[in-house]
């Protein structure tokens, strides 16, 4: 090969290259290692265990103490919770009912006591909720058990509505049942938190000695409630009085300052107020009378209205002879004219005119009154208001004259031959139709029609054999047919055949 074409990777070839192009040849340099103390390797082993021990208790490790909170209150956890700086989030409070407990103490905490918590520990606690109130308790005997007895079968089942109440009872022994009641519920649906009061009897009241009061002109409740008290006996005399007012005593009995016993009667004169006569009161206006109920406001009147050729106001009757002596607990029955003329008030077009609560129902009502008037019924076609129902009336009407009313016959319809369908009136009457084409035409026409079957010879199933109006009259197109009268249309059966 020639010189010049010689691989041009050969003038790198460490032939005749100076010395200074030659590889070099390194020698590794070892150097030697000292031996380790193991006891140095231990001494610092345990000084980072030691430090990082210290820094856990210093940064980390829970500093507050858990109490024991079994037997205290919710109070007593939400002061150590604040005081400590406890989160309040983590604080969760269920409730139970324990026999054994009193409401609001603490019967179980999810932490230990002697514990150590953080802040942000999270807490349960159970709290009692006292004896469960809905629990079934059996009543015993308890017109048999004395005071005491009852008293220990209220603790025993820790009753939270049943009290004993003592009375002085003439008739029952001292420490034994007088009666006993329930409230919101009975013997057999008897709960810890139901009502129940037992009268327990304190045996005969003692006597006493009692001194008399002054109870002239002074309400007889006063004395009612003085003799209750006092255990005295009170008869009440009543008599009308121009001097004392109604309801105060006129003279007692017994003279104020008189000593008397325990279990005597005192007997009060109680004024009925001033005596009231029945006046003549026939003819009189409203203004009359409500002039004398001012100066009589003890009467109570009862007022029935009643239609007369009096004018409206003027009293007609009164219930009480002129003269007799009023009694104030009894009212005084007044008949007051309502006028001549009748105002109807209120509007019945648009309602039925046999309606229930209607327009007869109120003209009934009126006539009882002594209205005596009538009604008189007129019949229209109307396109608005369907038949039997009421067009237009009159407003008013005099006392014993004719209401004048108008009645919907409904519409009356001016009959067209078919358009929608192929049939005339004229054939329909004729029997050239079937049953489905006299159907479409009549409520095309929105005429009432009856269906009827029967069997004709000639005639196939479903054609029809006649056609006929109601009222008698031709059923023919450009006529009109009341929308209240019926078509007629006897449709050939088979069926029917004999």
């Known amino acids: 090969m020639p010189e010049d074409n010689k691989d041009f990777l050969d003038q790198f070839s460490n032939a005749g290259k100076p010395a200074s192009f030659a590889e070099e040849e390194r020698t590794p340099v070892v150097r030697e290692r000292k031996p380790v103390n193991p006891k140095v390797i231990a001494f610092a082993a345990i000084a980072l265990v030691l430090l990082g021990i210290g820094v856990y208790f210093l940064f980390f490790a829970p500093k507050i103490e858990m109490p024991d909170f079994v037997g ?170 121009d001097k004392v007012d109604d309801g105060y005593v006129i003279s007692q009995s017994v003279a104020s300052g008189k000593v008397i016993k325990e279990g005597e009667s005192l007997t009060v004169v109680v004024s009925l107020g001033q005596a009231v006569y029945m006046p003549d009161m026939i003819g009189w206006n409203e203004k009359q009378l409500r002039a004398w109920q001012t100066k009589n406001p003890a009467v109570s009147l009862y007022t029935n209205e009643y239609y007369s050729s009096e004018p409206k106001g003027i009293i007609l009757k009164q219930s009480l002879p002129v003269g007799t002596l009023i009694d104030t607990d009894k009212y005084v029955e007044l008949t007051v004219s309502l006028g001549n003329y009748v105002d109807l008030g209120t509007s019945f077009v648009g309602t039925e005119y046999h309606a229930q609560g209607g327009l007869h129902d109120w003209k009934d009502k009126q006539n009882e009154m002594g209205a005596d008037i009538k009604v008189n019924r007129t019949y229209e076609f109307s396109d608005r208001y369907p038949a039997e129902v009421i067009i237009r009336h009159d407003n008013a009407v005099e006392v014993g004259g004719t209401l004048n009313v108008v009645v919907s016959k409904g519409k009356n319809i001016l009959l067209e031959d078919g358009k929608e369908v192929v049939l005339t009136w004229a054939d329909l009457a004729a029997g050239n139709a079937t049953e489905e084409t006299a159907r479409a035409l009549c409520e095309e026409n929105d005429v009432n029609y009856e269906i009827v079957y029967s069997y004709k010879v000639g005639k196939n199933n479903g054609d029809v054999i006649s056609a006929i109006r109601k009222d008698g009259e031709v059923l023919v197109a450009k006529t009109y047919l009341p929308q209240d009268v019926k078509v007629v249309i006897t449709v050939s059966d088979d069926s029917y055949k004999n």
């Open 72 to 241: 205290k209150t919710k109070s007593d956890i939400g002061a150590w919770v604040k005081q400590q700086g406890i989160e309040a989030s983590g604080v969760i409070f269920e409730e139970t009912y324990d026999f054994d407990s009193e409401d609001g103490t603490v019967l179980t905490q999810s932490v230990k006591a002697g514990k150590k918590v953080k802040k942000n520990v999270k807490l349960n606690f159970t709290l009692s909720l006292g004896p469960d109130p809905e629990e079934r308790i059996k009543v015993p005997e308890l017109e048999t058990m004395n005071k005491e007895e009852i008293q220990e079968w209220i603790k025993e089942n820790k009753l939270l509505k049943t009290k004993t109440i003592t009375a002085y009872n003439e008739y029952v022994v001292e420490n034994n049942v007088i009666d006993y009641s329930f409230s919101g519920c009975d013997e057999d649906s008897f709960t810890r938190g139901c009502t129940l009061k037992i009268n327990v009897s304190k045996g005969p009241a003692p006597a006493g000695k009692v001194t008399m009061e002054d109870f002239e002109k002074k309400p007889f409740a006063t004395v009612e409630a003085w003799c209750k008290s006092k255990k005295i006996e009170l008869i009440k005399v009543e008599q009308y009085s």
